[in-house]
C-alpha cells in the first residue's frame, strides 16, 4: 500500500480532514486549514448517537477551538450530544445493565465528551454532571451473586460478545482514560463530588491489573493478580499510556510516591529493547509518535526532566525514520499525527485530545 492509497473519512478526527487540519492549525497555516475543514463538514456535522471526541460535531469543535474559533451553533449541538448521552447512561444504569465501552471511552465515549468540555476552560454544570457520570464508575455493580467494576462489560474490547465480560484498562477503551480526565479536572481546579475517592479506585485497580490490556472475570475472580505482560507499551493500550495516566493521578492526589513510580515506569519501558521491539509503526496511537508526545509530558511534569532527554531524542529518530512508511494520512494512525509529534510543539493544545495534558 502506498501513502496515497488510504482515503480520508471527512468529519472523523482520527483519521479524516479534521486530523489534518489539525496539523494545519498547529503549524499555524490557517489557509490550508480552512480548506481541509471546508471538506471535513462538505457532507454535514453528526450530532447524533455516533457523534464523539473523534466524530462529528465535538471533533469540529476541538478542532476550531484549536484556532480560537468557536462557533455557537456547533458548541449547542455539541452541548444537546452530551446531554442525549448523559441522560441514555443513566437510563442504562437504572435498568440494572452493565455498559458497553462506547458508553464511557475516549473515543466513543463519554470521556472524551467530559475531556472537550474541559477543555472549553472553567466549570460548568454540564462538564460537572459529566465528571459526575465519570466519578460513578467506581462504584461497584451487583450482576447475579458477583460484584463488579462499574466499568465492567459484557462487550470484549472489539465489542464482540465475551463470556464473563471483561474490564478494560486502555486509555483509548477502557478506565484508564476516565482517570485521566478526573485527575486533570482536579488539576485545572474543578471538582465534582467523589472525585477523589474515584481517582483513587481507580489508581489501585490499576495498581493491580495495569499489567494487562484488560481483565477477564477468570483474573477478576483469581485471588492472585495477574502475571505482567510483555506486551507492546503504546499510548492506547500499554504501560506507557497508563504510566502517564498514573503520574497525573499522583500530581492530583499529591502523591510523590505514585508519582515517582510511574516516571520510573517510563524510563525503565523506554531502555528496555524488548519491548520496544514491540512497536512496528510511527503512529501516535500505538507507534513513535504516541510514545514521544506521552514521554514529553511525563518530563514536563517530572521533577528530574533531564533523565528523559536521551529518550526523547532516541523516539525522535525513531519517529523520523519510520513517518513516511505510514499508509494513512491522518491523524490518529497516520502522518498527519506523526508530523505533530514530530513538531513537537504544542501551542494550540492539541495533545489533550489525547488524555495527557
Given at each position: 500500500?502506498?501513502?496515497?492509497?488510504?482515503?480520508?473519512?471527512?468529519?472523523?478526527?482520527?483519521?479524516?480532514?479534521?486530523?489534518?487540519?489539525?496539523?494545519?492549525?498547529?503549524?499555524?497555516?490557517?489557509?490550508?486549514?480552512?480548506?481541509?475543514?471546508?471538506?471535513?463538514?462538505?457532507?454535514?456535522?453528526?450530532?447524533?448517537?455516533?457523534?464523539?471526541?473523534?466524530?462529528?460535531?465535538?471533533?469540529?469543535?476541538?478542532?476550531?477551538?484549536?484556532?480560537?474559533?468557536?462557533?455557537?451553533?456547533?458548541?449547542?449541538?455539541?452541548?444537546?450530544?452530551?446531554?442525549?448521552?448523559?441522560?441514555?447512561?443513566?437510563?442504562?444504569?437504572?435498568?440494572?445493565?452493565?455498559?458497553?465501552?462506547?458508553?464511557?471511552?475516549?473515543?466513543?465515549?463519554?470521556?472524551?465528551?467530559?475531556?472537550?468540555?474541559?477543555?472549553?476552560?472553567?466549570?460548568?454544570?454540564?462538564?460537572?454532571?459529566?465528571?459526575?457520570?465519570?466519578?460513578?464508575?467506581?462504584?461497584?455493580?451487583?450482576?447475579?451473586?458477583?460484584?463488579?467494576?462499574?466499568?465492567?462489560?459484557?462487550?470484549?474490547?472489539?465489542?464482540?460478545?465475551?463470556?464473563?465480560?471483561?474490564?478494560?484498562?486502555?486509555?483509548?477503551?477502557?478506565?484508564?482514560g476516565p482517570l485521566a480526565v478526573l485527575?486533570?479536572?482536579?488539576?485545572?481546579?474543578?471538582?465534582?463530588?467523589?472525585?477523589?475517592?474515584?481517582?483513587?479506585?481507580?489508581?489501585?485497580?490499576?495498581?493491580?491489573?495495569?499489567?494487562?490490556?484488560?481483565?477477564?472475570?477468570?483474573?477478576?475472580?483469581?485471588?492472585?493478580?495477574?502475571?505482567?505482560?510483555?506486551?507492546?507499551?503504546?499510548?492506547?493500550?500499554?504501560?506507557?499510556?497508563?504510566?502517564?495516566?498514573?503520574?497525573?493521578?499522583?500530581?492530583?492526589?499529591?502523591?510523590?510516591?505514585?508519582?515517582?513510580?510511574?516516571?520510573?515506569?517510563?524510563?525503565?519501558?523506554?531502555?528496555?529493547?524488548?519491548?520496544?521491539?514491540?512497536?512496528?509503526?510511527?503512529?501516535?496511537?500505538?507507534?513513535?509518535?504516541?510514545?514521544?508526545?506521552?514521554?514529553?509530558?511525563?518530563?514536563?511534569?517530572?521533577?528530574?526532566?533531564?533523565?528523559?532527554?536521551?529518550?526523547?531524542?532516541?523516539?525522535?529518530?525513531?519517529?523520523?525514520?519510520?513517518?513516511?512508511?505510514?499508509?494513512?494520512?491522518?491523524?490518529?494512525?497516520?502522518?498527519?499525527?506523526?508530523?505533530?509529534?514530530?513538531?513537537?510543539?504544542?501551542?494550540t493544545g492539541w495533545t489533550r485530545v489525547?488524555?495527557?495534558?
Open positions: 500500500m502506498t501513502a496515497t492509497t488510504a482515503p480520508l473519512r471527512t468529519q472523523d478526527l482520527s483519521e479524516g480532514t479534521l486530523g489534518v487540519a489539525l496539523l494545519h492549525i498547529e503549524r499555524g497555516d490557517l489557509t490550508s486549514a480552512r480548506t481541509s475543514l471546508a471538506r471535513a463538514v462538505a457532507g454535514g456535522v453528526s450530532a447524533g448517537a455516533n457523534a464523539s471526541l473523534f466524530h462529528g460535531a465535538p471533533a469540529l469543535e476541538f478542532v476550531l477551538s484549536r484556532a480560537s474559533r468557536v462557533d455557537r451553533d456547533v458548541r449547542d449541538a455539541v452541548d444537546r450530544v452530551v446531554a442525549a448521552r448523559l441522560a441514555a447512561a443513566r437510563q442504562r444504569q437504572a435498568s440494572g445493565a452493565l455498559p458497553h465501552p462506547a458508553e464511557f471511552d475516549l473515543i466513543q465515549g463519554m470521556t472524551g465528551l467530559a475531556a472537550l468540555l474541559l477543555s472549553r476552560g472553567g466549570s460548568s454544570p454540564l462538564l460537572e454532571e459529566a465528571l459526575g457520570y465519570l466519578i460513578s464508575l467506581s462504584r461497584p455493580v451487583r450482576v447475579d451473586d458477583w460484584m463488579l467494576p462499574g466499568w465492567w462489560s459484557d462487550a470484549g474490547p472489539g465489542g464482540e460478545e465475551m463470556p464473563g465480560g471483561h474490564g478494560n484498562n486502555g486509555i483509548a477503551h477502557g478506565i484508564t485527575s486533570l479536572a482536579t488539576r485545572y481546579g474543578v471538582q465534582a463530588p467523589g472525585q477523589r475517592d474515584a481517582i483513587e479506585v481507580f489508581t489501585r485497580w490499576l495498581d493491580r491489573y495495569g499489567c494487562c490490556y484488560w481483565v477477564t472475570h477468570d483474573q477478576l475472580c483469581d485471588p492472585e493478580p495477574p502475571t505482567r505482560q510483555v506486551a507492546r507499551p503504546s499510548w492506547c493500550y500499554g504501560e506507557i499510556g497508563i504510566a502517564r495516566t498514573q503520574q497525573l493521578a499522583a500530581l492530583a492526589l499529591g502523591d510523590p510516591v505514585r508519582r515517582l513510580a510511574a516516571e520510573d515506569t517510563v524510563a525503565r519501558v523506554l531502555a528496555d529493547p524488548v519491548r520496544l521491539s514491540r512497536i512496528t509503526d510511527a503512529s501516535l496511537c500505538h507507534g513513535w509518535a504516541g510514545l514521544l508526545t506521552v514521554t514529553r509530558a511525563v518530563a514536563a511534569d517530572s521533577l528530574d526532566p533531564a533523565r528523559y532527554a536521551p529518550l526523547i531524542e532516541d523516539l525522535g529518530n525513531r519517529l523520523a525514520a519510520d513517518l513516511d512508511r505510514l499508509p494513512k494520512p491522518g491523524f490518529m494512525e497516520g502522518r498527519a499525527g506523526a508530523r505533530l509529534a514530530l513538531d513537537g510543539t504544542d501551542a489525547l488524555l495527557i495534558t
